[in-house]
């Protein structure tokens, strides 16, 4: 099949180079002519394990084109799928600008008859617009008898596992109420509907909620977590043994239950504003979304009041190795990273921080620059270097056994602030540590003894 896909953001490029793979001819449009070039040149612009292989292979293979010229591109397709940016307004909610401009685009150069598929999350009610920015265009063009469907096609991929998320999705969901477009669709996913039928179809505004409410459940789950963590932590209660314990549980299940500093990246914290904002404007309270997303505020800052309470709020002129500044593993993304917020308040604070990530040091020299109070170091043992402690933010795979005896050395007092729990509590303090965690009772610092304070004040 011939399909435009119009976006060659994490959505938009993966999609097509997956869809390229399996054989059907990909053409992808992008405004940015730079990064157009470097992908004909098979450089992609995100860090994104596996895609680039693909992208090149196919590119050669003559399956998968890149370009500027919207024009062609709409020529060429039979499907046209859109996957712009659908950035926050000030206001959070997204911003439809870009989808609107491209479903204007294809209206003004389409000659056939085609399939709108919308792939950004977009707010429900979305399809709708764009079938009527499309018909006002043909109507004007005297172009009526030209026919389209509309249809929501919600991505599910997760950055760091893109690529197979993409090749191996658990399902694939159609929102249109027309059969032929729903054949065209079921068409193209052949490929990946092997096995077991992983299409789910639907009305099209359930399948744009769909998406939403798949991004805040699991938002809602690591923010519940972050609670358990936070009570847990005041309690004396370990967070490990009972994420274990009720995980157990499979209508609970062991997935997305792991507390840490709050979650990041480029799709929840916008989606559950968008949602929450989509709710406001029809006089909906949405109260447990407003809950989710203040937890989650509030546990980015959990990391530094544990460092500053131990440093009795002394942290000007101190010096913090930071581990960990993509929001999550296996990407490049700092986007709402919790790192930024930790970064910033030890700034603010007067301290210096020397931060190493695997893959994050191109994009933090791109948002922080020559900062002052910053040094980006090439190795997590350079970080080390001269620091007063050592704080883990985003859980690489290559901290989670590191060398403690030259941790220990190189630090001005052996201070690890944990805030994924890579580690050990007693095996920490067997060694000699000053171990942080989330939500595990600290024995060094006798939490449980705070606890006890705690509730014995609460029983007053
Ligand atoms: C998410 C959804 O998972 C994906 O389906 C959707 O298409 C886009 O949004 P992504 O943002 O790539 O994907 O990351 P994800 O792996 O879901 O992690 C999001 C955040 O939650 C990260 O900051 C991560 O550290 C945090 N997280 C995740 C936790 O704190 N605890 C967990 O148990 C899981």
Not at 98 to 122: C, F, G, P, W
Request: glycine share 6%.
């Amino acid at each position: 099949m011939n399909v435009t896909v119009f976006g060659t953001g994490y959505v938009g490029l993966v999609q097509g180079a997956i869809l390229s793979e399996v054989g059907h001819h990909v053409v992808c449009v992008d405004v940015d002519a730079h990064k157009v070039e470097q992908l004909k040149m098979g450089i992609t612009p995100i860090y994104e394990p596996g895609l680039e292989s693909i992208v090149k292979e196919n590119h050669a293979a003559g399956r998968l084109d890149f370009t500027t010229d919207a024009v062609a591109a709409i020529k060429h397709g039979q499907v046209q799928f859109v996957a712009v940016g659908t950035p926050p307004d000030e206001d959070g909610s997204a911003d439809l600008s870009y989808v609107l401009n491209v479903a204007t685009t294809i209206a003004e150069h389409m000659e056939r008859d085609q399939v709108i598929v919308n792939k950004s999350t977009v707010p429900v009610g979305s399809a709708d617009k764009v079938r009527v920015v499309m018909e006002d265009v043909l109507k004007r063009r005297g172009r009526s008898d030209i026919s389209f469907e509309v249809v929501s096609n919600p991505e599910f991929l997760k950055e760091g596992s893109a690529v197979v998320d993409c090749q191996k999705p658990d399902r694939i969901i159609i929102g249109t109420s027309c059969d032929a477009t729903i054949e065209v669709m079921r068409e193209l996913y052949a490929p990946f509907n092997r096995n077991h039928d992983k299409v789910i179809v639907m009305d099209v505004k359930s399948a744009e909620l769909t998406k939403y409410a798949a991004n805040c459940m699991l938002a809602t789950k690591i923010s519940f977590m972050n609670e358990m963590a936070n009570l847990a932590e005041l309690l004396g209660a370990d967070i490990e043994a009972v994420r274990k314990g009720i995980g157990s549980d499979p209508r609970i299940g062991y997935h997305f239950i792991y507390p840490g500093v709050g979650y990041g990246g480029s799709c929840f914290p916008k989606d559950l504003q968008a949602l929450i904002h989509t709710a406001n404007s029809i006089d909906f309270d949405a109260k447990l979304l407003k809950a989710v997303e203040f937890r989650n505020k509030e546990q980015k800052t959990t990391l530094f009041q544990k460092i500053n309470q131990h440093f009795n709020a002394q942290l000007k002129g101190k010096t913090f190795a930071i581990w960990g500044l993509s929001f999550k593993p296996n990407t490049d993304d700092m986007r709402d990273a919790p790192s930024r917020v930790l970064m910033e308040a030890l700034w603010a604070a007067g301290a210096k921080v020397q931060a190493y990530d695997p893959e994050a040091m191109e994009e933090a020299q791109r948002i922080y620059g020559s900062r002052e109070h910053l040094t980006l170091c090439g190795t997590k043992e350079a970080a080390l270097k001269n620091s007063d402690a050592l704080i883990i933010v985003t859980e690489w795979q290559n901290f989670r056994a590191p060398d403690f005896e030259l941790i220990k050395a190189q630090l001005s007092e052996p201070t690890i602030f944990d805030g994924r729990n890579l580690y050990e509590p007693h095996r920490m303090e067997a060694k000699g540590f000053n171990y942080y965690s989330v939500g595990r009772a600290n024995p060094t610092l006798s939490i449980t003894s705070q606890a006890e304070r705690h509730l014995v004040t609460a029983s007053n």
